[in-house]
């Protein structure tokens, strides 16, 4: 949320992705719901930053991640690239943007084809995006290099069953970086590896943010891990933003009931820490049936009337922004 | 000290792969007390899923034990007869395993699972077994309205919570979880692990707790074992463990780890990765990835020795370990030599 001169590189307004549930035979019968997986959010992303997307499994975060690299298209809102409205884009405008944003998975061990070597993982986004076979080994070298996977020599021939689940997650990163994006989604990208090589995927992160400027989204269900990659935390809740402020004041002081509970949920690695009971009620989120107005007011222990009746509108407190009736101005 | 309810004395488990045996879990020693959640932590591959199954001696058609002994409340596991090994299940030893989804039988409600391991196992009428599950669901925050719905109709928090129910019904002294939390977000997470607090202070049970993360055990676990590469490299009490580690390979793991309480810093991965079990090194496992190896680490393998007191760590430098941990702490000092 910094204040700056320069457009915006990504803009969503009201975006909403809603998908029908139910069969055929319920939509013909009229009987036909939708999940709403996004629902109405609303931010704005400037050249560089690094943004987490923060939410348990369901909170709509990956969905969208995916909406900002159109792996789906927006049914609702507007989500923009540059100026650009993504869900118009089509033919060789869609192939553009294609090549200027990146999405890295989650699953470094299903994510890379295991027929290919390494080689070929990192050619194919080369020759899809026609870069001239002279400039491939170049390319290769320093994309690989970028993810310091220094003596790159000795992995080219490879193939991904050969490598550790660290170097795997190096690779889909190179091959993210290697067109040269401005912009890329990373959803949990170190959930499935193990804890003393994750700090080394992380650390690659942050120094391909430094050397390269890029822009990204952080998905994930940790925060203190968010709070290692990124400045800014979006906090989302059954497909809306809860919170979205600098990380630092969120772990610090969170303002959003949901928030606070988070915060206090992670468990931290050392015996001196709090085991109180969480300030949040049991039972899980549903999407397909979020309760009125407010969607987190089933669980909140600090919901009034209002929270039923009325959805919290955004409020601006210095530089964060809550959707929450307790921080809201009187009405 | 009161008798340990287990006490694991060399426990060793093999794979057969082809010709070859590949020793998974090396000379395993450690006790579990009753009343206490003792954690095994380690990386993937370590040897700590083995070892847990094991205890109930559920393994892989290839695996089997191939020395040492567990003694539970006076018996051999590893010496019963498979008969008096099944009276041991559920009765006495529990297991709740990672995903519940996989363990939960689809087609039938939970109730009915329930159901068939008190009656079944436990011998129980099936009016007094009614009445157990309502108690059960009651122990672990469910409502007693929803045993007759099916695996599908839960969450993914709901459902640990119906295997921790499942693992309850008989009453066992000790309860072997495998992962329980890792694949919930955090906020079912911290629920399931006071969960598992309350039901230990309550019913005075054990628990052995399998887990890759530190932040875990530092929240419930009552003493700690740390294993690496199949050996059990450091064990002690959770807080001493946590904050004076006597390993380098703990000592690495706590720089590995984000601390939300803490000032935001920096992460230090250890470099490398752990060694092929087929072919492992001579001497200390760790030595390969160790800042603070000496020429004696790759020839000889360290003993589990004391340290302070129960905590216990297999190092050679084990005498130098507040000067390592001084070091440890240090990113510079897990950056690998050029």
């Known amino acids: 949320m910094r204040d700056t001169q320069d457009p915006p590189l990504i803009k969503l307004e009201a975006a909403e992705l809603h998908f029908p549930v139910g069969g055929i035979l319920a939509q013909l019968q009229g009987r036909s719901t939708v999940v709403k997986a996004v629902d109405g959010v609303t931010f704005e992303l400037h050249r560089g930053e690094s943004v987490g997307l923060l939410g348990e499994s369901g909170c709509g975060k990956t969905s969208t991640g995916r909406m900002l690299v159109r792996l789906d298209k927006a049914t609702g809102g507007r989500v923009e690239f540059d100026g650009e409205d993504i869900s118009a884009l089509s033919g060789d405008a869609l192939k553009r943007f294609r090549s200027r944003v990146q999405l890295i998975f989650q699953n470094p061990f299903e994510a890379l084809n295991p027929r290919f070597t390494i080689r070929d993982v990192l050619a ?6 026609r870069i001239p076979k002279a400039e491939h080994e170049d390319r290769i070298l320093r994309a690989m290099a970028l993810v310091k996977l220094g003596d790159a020599t000795q992995f080219m021939d490879r193939y991904p069953h050969q490598l550790s689940g660290g170097q795997l997650q190096r690779i889909v990163m190179a091959r993210a970086l290697i067109l040269e994006p401005e912009f890329v989604v990373a959803d949990e990208p170190v959930s499935m590896l193990d804890v003393s090589v994750r700090a080394g995927v992380l650390n690659v992160f942050r120094d391909v943010r430094a050397k390269t400027g890029i822009t990204a989204i952080y998905i994930s269900h940790d925060l203190a891990l968010v709070r290692y990659v990124c400045e800014r935390t979006i906090v989302m809740y059954l497909g809306r933003i809860v919170e979205d402020g600098p990380t630092e004041d969120i772990v610090a002081n969170p303002l959003h009931p949901y928030t606070q509970a988070l915060v206090a949920a992670v468990p931290v690695p050392h015996p001196d820490q709090s085991h109180e009971p969480l300030p949040i009620g049991r039972g899980a989120p549903d999407p397909r049936n979020p309760p009125s107005g407010c969607t987190f007011r089933d669980r909140c222990p600090r919901a009034f009337d209002r929270c039923a009746v009325e959805a919290p509108g955004p409020t601006r407190i210095q530089n964060r922004i809550v959707h929450c009736h307790l921080h809201a101005p009187e009405t | 000290m009161t008798e340990p ?11 057969k792969v082809g010709a070859h045996d590949t020793i998974a879990v090396e000379g395993a020693t450690f006790d579990v007390q009753p009343g206490s959640i003792v954690g095994l932590v380690g ?6 899923t083995t070892l847990a199954r094991s205890l109930t001696r559920v393994l892989a058609a290839n695996a089997r034990i191939a020395g040492g002994e567990a003694v539970f409340c006076g018996q051999d596991i590893v010496a019963l007869s498979e008969r008096a090994m099944n009276g041991l299940r559920w009765r006495e030893i529990a297991f709740i395993p990672q995903s519940a989804m996989n363990s939960l039988d689809p087609v039938y409600t939970v109730g009915s699972q329930l159901a068939e391991v008190l009656t079944r196992r436990g011998g129980m009428a099936r009016a007094a077994a009614r009445k157990r599950s309502e108690e ?13 719905d099916y695996p599908h109709q839960f969450s993914g928090g709901m459902r640990q919570r119906v ?14 979880a495998d992962e329980p939390v890792t694949a919930l977000d955090v906020i079912v997470q911290r629920q399931i692990l006071d969960q598992l607090r309350e039901l230990k202070e309550r019913l005075g049970i054990s628990v052995i707790l399998v887990t890759h993360d530190i932040s875990v055990v530092a929240y419930v676990c009552d003493r700690v074992v740390v294993m690496y590469a199949g050996r059990v490299v450091e064990t002690g009490p959770m ?3 946590l904050t004076a580690p006597a390993h380098p390979y703990t000592m ?8 939300l309480a803490g000032a935001a810093g920096e992460l230090t991965p250890i470099e490398g990765s752990p060694p092929d079990l087929a072919n492992p090194p001579a001497g200390c496992r760790f030595a390969p990835r160790c800042p603070f190896a000496e020429a004696r680490c790759r020839t000889d393998a360290p003993e589990l020795l004391p340290y302070e007191g129960d905590h216990l760590a297999a190092c050679h430098r084990i005498a130098e370990a507040e000067a390592l941990r001084a070091r440890a702490v240090a990113s510079e000092t897990w950056e690998i030599p050029a």
């Open chain 1, 124 to 129: 194919e986004p080369l020759e899809n995006a």
């Open chain 2, 5 to 15: 309810l287990l006490s694991l004395k060399d426990l060793s488990i093999a794979y």
């Open chain 2, 43 to 48: 990386e993937s591959g370590c040897g700590k």
């Open chain 2, 136 to 148: 059960l669901f009651e122990w672990v925050g469910i409502e007693t309205n929803r045993l007759g």
């Open chain 2, 163 to 176: 295997a921790i129910a499942l693992a309850l019904a008989l009453d066992p002294k000790l309860i072997i």
């Open chain 2, 239 to 241: 807080a001493a463990t």
């Open chain 2, 252 to 259: 690495g793991l706590r720089n590995a780890f984000p601390d």
